[in-house]
């Protein structure tokens, strides 16, 4: 006899996790493996952060700021918001959680698209909500049948812009006609993990509609671009009402110190997220015009990652890379079962993913 988990739990599975570099480099002799399945900024952080955290070593015996005042007040001056509307996070994921915890229960609805982060259904389903999936048009959100799918049981609807795992964006119009169109007692839930990749004459900026929305919650993180993933820091702005919910179910201690430490360094150097920004783009653009060539088809990206179409499946694809040391994400498990997804990287791994995969398709293994 063994103790019974919660009922929602059997049908469920732990997020599937790629294999490591390590695992990579040991389980097939390689000397390099490149993992471009996270999503993580391969030009790591800014310079100015290391010497600085060094200093702190001295401090890990002190619990850290639980209010994290330090960075939610430089975040409020960065965005221009109060100090109240900034809600810190041990990543964005754990605000994905504490969303769910604090808002939904018994059968309460969230509505979010299908295929999209995948963190969001799993959290409504642990809290006893339902999740309701919309799928994409062709790899972007449909809001207006999202909107449909609202009901008067549904409290959250998630909006993932640019959208992991297509990349694609919204239409700025259709985005902020979708805003205004959603019930005041259901959230919107922005998450924006890639914002900082995406063009911003086209994607709809939505830090000023707080002011007119005060069901919006705007999701950012320092895990992607600011390339600290590591640290786990992701934040969140939204109403002062709904921050203090939050902060009621959150963990006491939930965000480490050298991370707000480090966000805060991170945050002063937008010169190295405007470099990356750069790199990111200049590296897709190669991947886009290369595949091209290739032959193969792939969604429009506006982050830091592209989805391919694959010829074969998306697992069977991502095996045959991963006999030539690259780990990407196979769409596959995503459901998008004829996708790889593929973290863009430094100018000369692209180079070599592109050499290697241009082998791989003439050898029909991709
Ligand atoms: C990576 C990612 C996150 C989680 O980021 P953390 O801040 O590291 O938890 C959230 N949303 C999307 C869409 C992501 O791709």
Redesign the pocket.
Same mark, same amino acid.
């Given at each position: 006899m063994t103790v019974k988990a919660r009922e929602v739990l059997n049908n469920m599975k732990a997020y599937p996790l790629n294999k490591s570099i390590e695992e990579v480099q040991a389980e097939l002799g390689f000397e390099k493996a490149y993992k471009l399945a996270? #999503?993580e900024n391969i030009f790591g952080c800014s310079p100015k952060i290391k010497a600085n955290l060094s200093t702190h070593l001295n401090e890990l015996f002190t619990y850290p700021d639980g209010h994290a005042r330090q960075l939610t007040s430089k975040l409020a001056q960065f965005h221009q918001l109060h100090f109240h509307s900034i809600f810190i $996070? #041990? $990543?964005?994921?754990? @605000? @994905?959680r504490l969303l769910c915890r604090a808002f939904i229960c018994n059968d309460d609805e969230a509505v979010m698209a299908d295929v999209?982060?995948p =963190?969001y259904k799993t959290n409504v389903l642990i809290e006893g909500g339902k999740p309701i999936i919309v799928p994409l048009q062709n790899g972007v959100h449909d809001l207006s049948s999202m909107l449909r799918a609202i009901t008067s049981k549904t409290k959250l609807v998630f909006i993932?812009n640019p #959208? #992991?795992p297509t990349g694609t964006i919204i239409n700025k119009q259709q985005l902020l006609e979708f805003i205004d169109q959603v019930p005041n007692d259901c959230l919107v839930v922005l998450?924006e +993990?890639?914002y900082e990749y995406a063009d911003n004459e086209q994607l709809l900026q939505s830090v000023p509609l707080l002011h007119k929305y005060p069901n919006l919650v705007i999701?950012r993180?320092?895990?992607?671009a600011y390339g600290l +993933?590591a640290l =786990? @820091? $992701?934040y969140g702005m939204m109403s002062p009402i709904y921050v203090d919910e939050l902060t009621k179910v959150k963990d006491v201690f939930n965000v480490n110190q050298l991370g707000q430490i480090a966000a805060s360094l991170a945050l002063e150097d937008q010169q190295f997220i405007n470099d990356c920004v750069t790199k990111n783009k200049t590296g897709k653009e190669y991947l886009e015009k290369e595949l091209t060539v290739l032959n193969y088809d792939f969604y429009p990206s506006q982050a830091n990652f592209i989805m391919i179409h694959t010829k074969r499946r998306g697992d069977y694809a991502a095996n045959s890379l991963l006999k030539h040391g690259f780990i990407v994400r196979a769409g596959t498990l995503l459901g998008l079962p004829y996708t790889i997804r593929v973290t863009i990287s430094s100018m000369e791994d692209n180079i070599h993913f592109i050499n290697t995969f241009k082998n791989l398709a003439a050898e029909g293994e991709v």
């Open positions: 996270e #999503n $996070g #041990n $990543g964005s994921d754990e @605000i @994905i999209t982060f =963190r993932c #959208n #992991n998450d +993990a890639y999701l993180t320092f895990s992607k +993933a =786990r @820091i $992701g």
